[in-house]
């Protein structure tokens, strides 16, 4: 049974930090390239970073740039979105995302509110 366990996720004052680990398992995990995205209320979801599978290739969203870093540990079968500097505008629910060729699996996702 594939699973994507996303927590971590909390209020949080602007400038503070967060991680969040997803934990995956069901497939093999190191073959998947791993996504974060973000959706925020009456917004689209949006991209905020992936991995790829192999060589750890990060990309980010330009809004997350200098703040915020993804990476994996492929022995634990856990991807993690290092988030720091936090802003109002980062407040939405973080769902991680496991894709390989025309396969994806999805997280259920954890809400990150920053608030003071």
């Known amino acids: 049974q594939v699973q994507l366990v996303e927590s971590g996720g909390g209020l949080v004052q602007p400038g503070g930090s967060l991680r969040l680990p997803c934990a995956a398992s069901?497939?093999?995990?190191?073959?998947?390239?791993m996504y974060w995205y973000r959706q925020a209320p009456v917004k689209e979801r949006e991209l905020v970073a992936n991995i790829t599978s192999v060589r750890g290739i990060t990309n980010y969203a330009d809004s997350v740039k200098g703040r915020f870093t993804i990476s994996r540990d492929n022995a634990r079968n856990t991807v993690f979105l290092q988030m720091n500097s936090l802003k109002h505008e980062d407040t939405a629910v973080y769902y991680c995302?496991?894709?390989?060729?025309?396969?994806?699996?999805w997280g259920q996702g954890t809400q990150v509110t920053v608030s003071s």
């Open positions: 069901g497939f093999p995990f190191s073959l998947y390239t």
């Open positions: 995302k496991a894709k390989r060729a025309y396969t994806d699996y």
